[in-house]
């Protein structure tokens, strides 16, 4: 059974800083890319990072650029997300996502239960 | 970047109907659109991907059409587990996610 668990989250004050963790287990972490999404409270979904199956490639969505890092450790099936100069509009749950295929535009099969993020101070 | 345009933002509908969400989008993304569920509190679920795809274990009540820009998720006799939001996702550059469509009982 795939399971994906988040953790790490918490509050945080503006300008801050937090690591998220995703620890994977139940299929071959290693052949999958990974990606991050966010949801504000009251709000939609937001993709926010992503990953490739080795870790070579990043990707990230501008409204993070500069400030989030994506990485991985294929012999751990752990994903994490690095979060600096942490803003208010930061606040959200976030959720680890893997990809369904392992190339090519693909979709986000199964989520973790997403682990909640408050910037505030 | 590639914009999603879903509607209606909110449906209200009754146990038994059919009901049809629509996703745009804003330059052609082939067939590369996924349908999401969610409920409150919850993670999405994949329901669709690639456009007309359904999830294994997602029962047959739910299908999903459409490529280059336009998409639709059709549920056909709605049951109560059936009330959420949905969300279609396309990820043929980077990935984006529509606003949310909300299906209330009516």
């Known amino acids: 059974e795939v399971q994906l668990l988040e953790s790490g989250g918490g509050l945080v004050q503006p300008g801050g800083s937090l690591r998220l963790s995703c620890a994977a287990s139940g299929f071959t972490f290693s052949r999958f890319a990974m990606s991050w999404v966010r949801q504000a409270p009251g709000k939609g979904l937001e993709w926010v990072s992503a990953?490739?199956?080795?870790?070579?490639?990043?990707y990230y969505a501008d409204s993070v650029k500069g400030r989030f890092t994506v990485s991985r450790d294929n012999s751990d099936s752990t994903l994490w997300l690095q979060m600096n100069s942490l803003r208010a509009d930061d606040t959200a749950v976030y959720y680890c996502?893997?990809?369904?295929?392992?190339?090519?535009?693909?979709?986000?099969?199964?989520w973790g239960r997403g682990i909640l993020v408050t910037v505030s101070s | 970047d590639i914009q999603m345009t879903q509607s209606p933002p909110s449906l209200s509908a009754s146990v038994g109907d059919r009901v049809t969400i629509t996703c745009r989008a804003s330059q052609s993304i082939s067939r590369y659109l996924n349908w999401y569920q969610q409920k409150p509190g919850k993670a999405p679920k994949l329901l669709v991907y690639a456009a007309s795809s359904l999830q294994s274990g997602v029962p047959s009540r739910f299908s999903g059409s459409g490529s280059g820009t336009d998409f639709t998720l059709t549920i056909n006799s709605l049951q109560p587990e059936d009330f959420a939001t949905y969300y279609c996702q396309q990820s043929s550059s980077a990935n984006t996610f529509g606003q949310g469509t909300r299906l209330e009982i009516k």
């Open positions: 990953i490739g199956d080795t870790g070579d490639a990043t």
């Open positions: 996502a893997k990809e369904g295929l392992t190339v090519g535009p693909s979709h986000f099969d199964y």
